[in-house]
């Protein structure tokens, strides 16, 4: 667990079991049990805020409790609920010691301990305290006492409490406003029933109020320059409050709490408004800042000297200070938007060296009733914008109806400082605010910041997030497209592709998406506030907001404009295999035959670049490779098996080696240039290259130097196409793979100077360095069209980061011109709008724990970005591999979209097989085991796809997405969902044969493995390893999943009509009342139907859709789309219908649309057999029914009283 400030943590000496250690700079805690159950010691700063998992803290305190280090001040507190007190303490120089439950605190100005039972209410202070100082109600009163000196202070304890002689609410002035006050009789000290009746003071008050009108306070307090804070309310966690405290002059209090009840509260002397430690916006942005007073106040910053916590800047930007004014009279309200122009700040113009942009214009468009977009441009001159929004949708759509709009936009009434607010307008909440200030424009530096609706942040990409939901403490992280060199463990840098995309849980469910449209490097700085900070390189300031009614909402309205995510084949979502490093024809021949031999399913097949002649594109190794094109046409006929190839995006170059590749692409100029500005003795030309085009040549597998295709030049994607399709027909493959993309140059080249590839800002992508380029081209090059208008080229600088997506967008094309098939492209580098050609891998991770992990995460992450093919390598790329780590993996990687297994030439074949040779079958046996359940599943995952392709949304999907309002899920990043309806837990820690999962009260759940089966426990429970090889699974109930018959599966392709025989599992829950004495039972589910490789057949209608409905006793299957009648694909056929969880009692009667068919009572539930073969026109329905009967009525064959069975 990562220390939420530093981001890191040092390791520190090791302690006595549960101990806290303390010294006058750090406190060291060690952590049990949760990952190997071994000690693990960490240092934490002290003064930072620290919010402990409860995870790690169940073995330290109790179950739940929370710590935190406050400036000089320990605050620990315990669920309201429990019998327990809230202490605070003043740091001491002792140990603190946690025994037996009980919380002894030593040397320490104020001592409490938790009661624990009668007899033990109290512990025996130390010399020199009174001994009333232990008691919750004493210790409570003397700190509150301290702020009353301080009117309208608020102190919040378990509830909110106005504490002062003024009142921030007053009854009187919202009478009938849902405002309620009442005493708080526990006195906000403890739920002990010994202290119910604690004598309460008058100043403390219980209160609860309509948000909506608190949200009008709230505009009154900000013109008394009230501030604001956002405070989570325990009994009901899915809601924010906000707290408005006004600040005196002597001493401040700043509140904040975290959505597990984490009360954080922070006590600062001097000018604490001023010196907020929470929002801080950085001064320090060009890479010629002295860090020093002096330098810091010429740019009207502030200086702070004072120790903070690591990463809270200590120069920071004057809100009132930076930034803009709106020029009087330019504001033109439309009906479809806003217009305005903005004149920058005489007080801005010394935050940076160079020249700020003078004049802007804000243009705000109403896309829809809750898609908006708003742009900040350069009112006089032409800035570079991201060329791939010609593809977005909706683009021209316009929302005029004021009242359909679910949104309004706020400028304020303060024309010499901009700022602007959108507000959801049912809750009032602000999805985005520019009040915390720090607009920033200039040539190569952008900068906007908000403050945001809660901290339930989610998104950005790609980098190494060590959690899903984002670490607020001044964590800044980049979005540069680069190769890393391998993943390293918690990598803090920019990774292979550029997501520029975020989510926002709002506090009532609801949730909110923005989209950053940029290409220049990125950076973005999350703040406790909460709040972000965004930059950029270049380009112009350009948002998206998508307001959604809930987490999967949003992505479904994101998705909607910059287009769905693609239909994969059906066989690409069969397992994948792939190595780098196989030998020769042979080599893969015996990797293949190995695993059909174990029955591992297998459906496509790799070859990395080692299959290549001296690593160039388009060509094979004929001596090595001999026999790989019949061992490619072979087992496609044999096994179904279908083939990927790996291809580059640099091709070598010399006209005297008769490469036609090059050759051809040279006369075509298809190629990235200098930028005619660079002086030709500065562009380190190798030798033997031709040098009248002025081509830019680097360095990567090949020999000789390399040329880099330009992918924005129209013309190149003919050349491309004629490429892929000579390659096919010498190796026939089914899918391409491109890889380095991004792309990589490994020439080391020192790029001649100049402010693109030497920018003057600060960024973290230019941690290797000051050069911006390294491992990748120079930024001075220059792409796109030589022939036609400069509107039509491009600086490598602008578009580094989209030529990835562009490569993407012409491999497409060329693969399904060539084979006529849908087929499939991975690809490593990423943008917005990938998810709509290709699948991506998350990398080059290594054979860890961690990185087993972090896959998750990735995964997930890239789900939200429209990105729902994806999986990382299992087993891990670089590092050798464990028995148990692969395993595992193995279990995890067979519910990845994308599942493929890969590594690195170095280390030895990990494929499932292989292990079984090892010695280790229990490897071997997992991976067939998860994998053929993966297989039984395909039919339903295939159906998420084109529900994701038709509507948008996540394939693998966060818990949070399904679960909005339960607190405890928003950060579970461990166990994830296909869909709606299957959860997967999978384990994975070392040495671990459970997971501590979690399974959402109110929803009944049913295991899988080793029998479906119902389960009795919700909410945190320990899910045991299921003994039959798979990970654990649970399916929801009110869920209809088909699968396969048969679970003896090894190939989509190869076993097309096994496929077709499915099995409906039918998962009932009881939807009526709890108050109801009649059962309602319902559960529905679908499946989409096609040939599962044709081109269009979304657009062309050419598939089927069915609908599953069942209310208690009685299924529905309806046919919606019925595509394939004049096709001749066969349709799917339902083998039999089970019925998890119903009363073994007496005797089944079934019926088929009346008639009679077999039905019987088995260990999972009722089956029903049908042989039904889902033919037949749209709306075709058939109905089963069923019911039981006494064994004796049966058996007499007397009419008796049927019953539905489902308990």
Known sequence: MNDPISGKYQQCSTVTDYKLAINSQYICLTFFGQIDGKPEHRYLNLGNSISLESRYLAQILLTNNNLTWLGQHIFVTLHPWDETVYEIFRRGSAIL??????????????????????????????????????????????????????????????????????????????????????????????????????????????VTFDKDYLDEFIAKQRMKNTYILYVNYPPEPTTVYELYLKMPVEEYLCLMASIFGLWFVFIFSNNCFAENLNNRLDCYIENDFHVDKQSCELRNCIWDPNPRPQGIPICYLDPKLVGYRVVVDSVKPTDSGLDLDLQLKDTARRTLTEPSVELLKFSVKYMTENILRFTLRDAKHRRYEVPIQSTFNLLDSEEMDANRRQYSLDLGTNLTDFQFAITRKSTKTKLFDTSIGGLIYSDQFVQLATNLATDRVYGFGENLHQTLRHNMAYKTWSMFGREPGGIRDNYPHNLYGIQPFYTVLETDGKAHGVLFLNSNVMDYTLLPEPGLALKSGGGILDFFLFMGDNPEHVIQLYTSVIGRTHMPPFWALGYQLCRYGFKNTSH???????????????????????????????????????????????????????WTLVIEPHVEASLRKNYSTFDLGYTDNVFVRWDPTVPVKDRHYPHDVPLDKGIYYGHMWPDGPVAYVDWFANRTDQWWANQIRQFHSVLPFDGLWTDMNEPVDSSGMKCPKNKYDYPPFRSDALYAGPQLSAWTMCMVCRLGSSTTSQEDEYLHYDVHNIYGLKQSISTKNAIQ??????????????????????????????????????????????????????????????????????????QLGAFYPFSR?????????????????????????????????????????YTLFYRSHLNGGTVARPMFHEWPLDPIIHDIDQQFLWGSSILISPIMYENKTEINGYLPPGDRWYEVRPQFKRVATTGRVLIPDTQSGTPPVHFRGGSIIPMVSDHRLVSTTGQRETFRRLNLIVLPINSSSGQSAVSNYRASGELFWDDGDSIGIIDDNKYNLYRFELTNCLLNITVLKSGLLSTGVPVPIINKIVVVDTDPSGQVLATLNDSPVKASHQSAGTEIELNLQLDGQLSKEWTIKWSIVSDNDYNTNTTGAPKCDIL
Not at 178 to 203: P, R
Not at 618 to 639: I, K, S
Request: proline residues 2%.
């Open 97 to 206: 010691n946690v025994q037996s439950g009980t919380l002894c605190y030593m040397s320490y100005k104020k001592i409490l301990v938790k009661h624990t039972g009668a007899g033990q209410q109290q512990q025996q202070c130390l010399k020199n305290y009174y001994q009333d100082e232990c008691r919750a109600q004493c210790v409570i009163n003397r700190y509150i006492s301290k702020f009353q000196m301080y009117p309208g202070t608020i102190l919040y304890y378990g509830q909110l409490v106005a504490a002062g002689s003024n009142l921030l609410f007053s009854p009187g002035s919202y009478t009938n406003k849902s405002i309620e006050y009442g005493c708080y009789q526990k006195c906000l000290a403890s739920n002990n029933n010994n202290n119910k009746n604690h004598q309460c003071q008058s100043t403390f008050y219980s």
């Open 588 to 642: 893969v021949k015996q990797t293949i035959d190995r695993n059909l031999r174990e029955s591992i399913p297998l459906d496509v097949m790799y070859v990395d670049i080692d299959y290549m002649n001296r690593f160039r594109d388009f060509t094979y190794d004929t001596v090595a490779f001999n026999g790989l094109p019949e061992l490619m046409g072979d087992t496609r006929h044999q096994n179904g098996i279908r």
């Open 817 to 890: 011109s060539t084979t006529g098939k849908r087929g499939m492209l991975l690809s490593r580098n990423t943008y917005v709008t990938s998810g709509r050609y290709a699948a991506h891998w998350l990398g080059d991770n290594a054979s860890k724990w961690t990185h087993l992990r972090n896959s998750v995460i990735g995964m997930l992450e890239f789900n939200m970005f429209g990105i729902n093919f994806v999986g990382a390598d299992i087993c891990g790329f670089n590092e050798q591999t464990t028995a148990e780590l692969c395993l595992r993996w193995h």
């Open 901 to 941: 297994n890969h590594n690195e030439q170095s280390n030895t074949d990990q494929d499932p097989a292989v292990w079984a040779d090892r010695g280790h079958r229990e490897v071997t046996d997992a991976a067939r085991s998860s994998l053929q359940l993966r297989y039984q599943l395909l039919p339903h995952l």
